[in-house]
């Protein structure tokens, strides 16, 4: 398959104890953390490539612009859509955002993401101590 804008992909969540910014450090509040949000609009951009990156390779992300704009306590269900504008060679460039189960803008922003040699990209991962 071939990559090209305007593929589309999503993913969603419901908030859980685990998700607060109290649980991973973000913040001392129990509601969703930026860091779980971002994890998940991310994940709306890998899949809107899914089954279209050549034979041997994958993505990373490299550079994120991300605005979280509303408070989202456990409980309650967050969906990220990712909507990929430009390829310029391996260089994959999304707009992102997320809704709450009411439909508000929870958060929104850029990511992009490099294609990669897979094995390559592994080979360049430092040994863990």
């Known amino acids: 398959m071939v990559l090209e804008a305007g593929?589309?992909?999503?993913?969603?969540?419901?908030?859980?104890?685990?998700?607060?910014?109290?649980?991973?450090?973000?913040s001392?509040?129990?509601?969703l953390a930026t860091p779980i949000l971002?994890?998940?609009?991310?994940?709306?951009?890998?899949?809107?490539?899914?089954?279209?990156l050549p034979g041997?390779?994958?993505s990373v992300s490299m550079r994120v612009h991300f605005?979280?704009?509303?408070p989202i306590p456990v409980g309650r269900m967050?969906?990220?859509k990712a909507l990929l504008e430009r390829v310029e060679g391996r260089?994959?460039?999304?707009s992102v955002e997320a809704r709450d189960e009411d439909g508000d803008l929870v958060g929104s922003g850029r990511i992009v993401r490099i294609v990669v040699d897979?094995?390559?990209?592994?080979?360049r991962v430092p040994p863990a101590p």
């Open 7 to 26: 593929a589309r992909g999503s993913a969603e969540r419901t908030v859980g104890e685990a998700d607060t910014g109290a649980s991973v450090g973000s």
């Open 28 to 31: 001392d509040l129990p509601i």
């Open 38 to 52: 971002l994890a998940l609009s991310e994940a709306a951009t890998i899949n809107a490539i899914a089954g279209m």
């Open 56 to 58: 041997g390779s994958t």
């Open 67 to 70: 605005d979280h704009v509303r």
């Open 78 to 80: 967050v969906f990220a």
């Open 91 to 94: 260089r994959l460039t999304f």
């Open 118 to 123: 897979r094995q390559r990209f592994g080979e």
